[in-house]
T-cell receptor
Framework: DTGVSQNPRHKITKRGQNVTFRCDPI?????LYWYRQTLGQGPEFLTY????????KSRLLSDRFSAERPKGSFSTLEIQRTEQGDSAMYLC???????????FGPGTRLTVT | KNEVEQSPQNLTAQEGEFITINCSYS?????LHWLQQHPGGGIVSLFM???GKKKHGRLIATINIQEKHSSLHITASHPRDSAVYIC????????????????FGQGTILTVHP
């Protein structure tokens, strides 16, 4: 296993369109995290999964955002009716245990025009 | 005031210089992470520490839990060290549990000139 992967790496979409990103964590990791990073800022927590259960959602995650991890392996993050303010880098990380080191994917850069 | 504050925000150094980046936090934490981010977005974990000091090659990280402060030091800096360095803390939920959510500082942009 070569680490956390994310697809696509870049996404350009028009305002109002829906987009979906995928994250494949390291295979034995049962914790998965989504973060969002805007230009010049540090990442911000969006949501967290332990296996298939979504245990925490940030207030940043409006009702246009939904995340799933149906079989406790890969995860998807969907943004409906995208807005220009959604333009950011979306980062996924995984860890083996709650207190363990988090391994980050390369991110998906979203640009909403 | 942010829960995690880093200083400086920008740092320029000449190759070979000793570099220090500081991180202060205002919440109780179970661990502190130092991360490195290169242009293009990829984040690499450098250290995870909850007390004392850790060293890896030319990098040293220290933490003072009582003072809620951590430092990242780079000895004999090199242009390839140029990156954004991010401090992140893992805080406790009410009741003392900690599920791994990280709160990040805004990052320190380091540029090392040859």
């Amino acid at each position: 296993d070569t680490g956390v992967s994310q697809n696509p790496r870049h996404k350009i979409t028009k305002r109002g369109q829906n987009v979906t990103f995928r994250c494949d964590p390291i295979s034995e990791h049962n914790r998965l995290y989504w973060y969002r990073q805007t230009l010049g800022q540090g990442p911000e927590f969006l949501t967290y999964f332990q296996n298939e259960a979504q245990l925490e959602k940030s207030r940043l995650l409006s009702d246009r955002f939904s995340a799933e991890r149906p079989k406790g392996s890969f995860s998807t993050l969907e943004i409906q009716r995208t807005e220009q303010g959604d333009s950011a880098m979306y980062l996924c990380a995984s860890s083996l245990e709650t207190g363990g080191e988090q391994y980050f994917g390369p991110g998906t850069r979203l640009t909403v025009t | 005031k942010n829960e995690v504050e880093q200083s400086p925000q920008n740092l320029t150094a000449q190759e070979g210089e000793f570099i220090t980046i500081n991180c202060s936090y205002s919440v109780g934490i179970s661990a502190l992470h130092w991360l490195q981010q290169h242009p293009g977005g990829g984040i690499v974990s450098l250290f995870m520490l909850s007390s004392g000091k850790k060293k890896h090659g030319r990098l040293i990280a220290t933490i003072n839990i009582q003072e809620k402060h951590s430092s990242l030091h780079i000895t004999a800096s090199h242009p390839r060290d140029s990156a954004v360095y991010i401090c992140a803390v893992r805080s406790y939920l009410t009741g003392g549990t900690s599920y791994g959510k990280l709160t990040f500082g805004q990052g320190t942009i380091l540029t090392v000139h040859p």
